[in-house]
């Protein structure tokens, strides 16, 4: 069975710009997160979705977004790039959401450079 | 005060030592404890969860959480050069809507031959 898939795997971007990042959930997985990895504080939750909905939102300014699409592959997107927003960007699926289960699948992350 | 603070080592240790990675905790609410290993260039693998305060086994690795102290633990034994990661401590806890999962910062490990 396939893993969890993450396009790109590297991204450079420049201040202000804006920049979607992919994740393909394993086949049957129907809910995803996103994290946020950086050395200084590690793994961040950024949101959940199930079902096309966002069930959790981690405590990230308005610039992060995401969405799920009906076959369960997610998008999340990051407008006006800052600097700080250099990082690891993680997904991670799991069959059903938490608290049914806590065993999630994460991808090999999108590092995001931002110039 | 962060929820979940870990001690980001390194760590270094030679083969066939015990390992003690330990993390702390601030929330009393939560419930499930997990521990992760990440590779280089890798997103994290689950390795262990646990519910409960005890401990719990699986091959050379020992869960072991203490909810009285916020305190939880993972031990190697028989450290292989294969175990050099990053060992991540998480914790969930409930919300409205589903659990919330915090990561320490994780601890590197290197296991020399």
């Known amino acids: 069975k396939a893993g969890v898939t993450q396009t790109p795997r590297y991204l450079i971007k420049t201040r202000g710009q804006q920049v979607t990042l992919s994740c393909s959930p394993i086949s049957g997985h129907r809910s995803v997160s996103w994290y946020q990895q950086t050395p200084g504080q590690g793994l961040q939750f950024l949101f959940e979705y199930f079902s096309e909905t966002q069930r959790n939102k981690g405590n990230f300014p308005g610039r992060f977004s995401g969405r799920q699409f009906s076959n369960s592959r997610s998008e999340m997107n990051v407008s006006t790039l800052e600097l700080g927003d250099s990082a690891l960007y993680l997904c991670?699926?799991?069959?059903?959401?938490?608290?049914?289960?806590?065993?999630?699948?994460f991808g090999p992350g999108t590092r995001l450079t931002v110039l | 005060q962060k929820e979940v603070e870990q001690d980001p080592g390194p760590l270094s240790v030679p083969e066939g030592a015990i390992v003690s990675l330990n993390c702390t905790y601030s929330n009393s609410a939560f419930q499930y404890f997990m521990w992760y290993r990440q590779y280089s260039r890798k997103g994290p693998e689950l390795l262990m969860y646990t519910y409960s305060s005890g401990n719990k086994e699986d091959g050379r690795f020992t869960a072991q959480v203490d909810k009285s102290s916020k305190y939880i633990s993972l031990f190697i034994r028989d450290s292989q050069p294969s175990d050099s990661a990053t060992y991540l401590c998480?914790?969930?806890?409930?919300?409205?809507?589903?659990?919330?999962?915090?990561f320490g910062t994780g601890t590197s490990l290197t296991v020399i031959p």
């Open positions: 991670a699926s799991s069959l059903v959401p938490p608290p049914a289960t806590n065993e999630q699948f």
């Open positions: 998480a914790m969930s806890a409930p919300s409205e809507t589903g659990n919330q999962f915090y």
